[in-house]
């Protein structure tokens, strides 16, 4: 996930984690500021002598808690979310040799979270809460963990390059004509699809 006014640099130079990317006073952040500073002293235990800013973030699920912060500016900066447009990889484009890698079966900020090496561990993400809308803490379910659990991440330390993102989903297909003529410009072929369902509606 990332915000449409940083999707031009993305594709022309890759995606860095924070503590890799050059100084750039034009790229928007997007999330907490708190949460983002706490992931650089929270130590990638699988990795060691790592920490979670070490790595690009991806998430399992889409139309997130974090999303929805960002849409309604609760603890962070106010985006509108027609302006946040999520970059897609096949998780085995970047689970070989080429990448040091790992996933965590929650948000990788929170201490409780584990990490994992082995794609068989894929089984140990609550999948029912990646693809659950009901994220209150009060949920249905009484899960009152579901929030850290639905923000499970893949993390690939230090950089990945541009040409592993397969596809671009967008909120609308005004974004989807301007996601296109920023493909266009750079002579880069990648799939655009609107998907609404990745959105609050």
């Not at 708190?34 to 920490?51: F, M, N, Y």
Request: proline share 3%; hydrophobic share 35%.
């Amino acid at each position: 996930m990332i915000a449409l006014d940083n999707l031009e640099s993305d594709l022309e130079n890759g995606l860095f984690s924070k503590l890799k990317v050059k100084d750039n006073p034009n790229r928007i952040v997007i999330g907490n500021n708190e949460i983002i500073s706490e992931r650089d002293k929270r130590r990638v235990r699988c990795h060691p002598g790592t920490v979670v800013n070490n790595y690009v973030p991806f998430y399992f699920s889409v139309r997130t808690p974090m999303l929805y912060n960002i849409h309604t500016g609760h603890g962070t900066q106010e985006i509108n979310q027609r302006n946040i447009v999520y970059l897609c990889i096949p998780i085995l484009d970047l689970t070989n040799e080429n990448f040091i890698w790992c996933f965590t079966d929650g948000n990788a900020a929170k201490r409780i979270s584990h990490y994992f090496t082995n794609l068989g561990d894929l089984n140990k993400i609550d999948w029912k809460s990646i693809t659950s809308n009901d994220f209150r803490f009060d949920n249905a379910d009484g899960d009152e963990d579901r929030i850290r659990k639905k923000h499970s991440e893949f993390l690939v330390k230090d950089y990945v390059p541009s040409n592993k993102i397969k596809g671009i989903a967008v909120y609308n297909n005004d974004i989807k004509s301007s996601v296109e003529a920023i493909l266009k410009k750079l002579k880069i072929n990648i799939n655009v699809k609107v998907k609404t369902d990745f959105y609050f509606q």
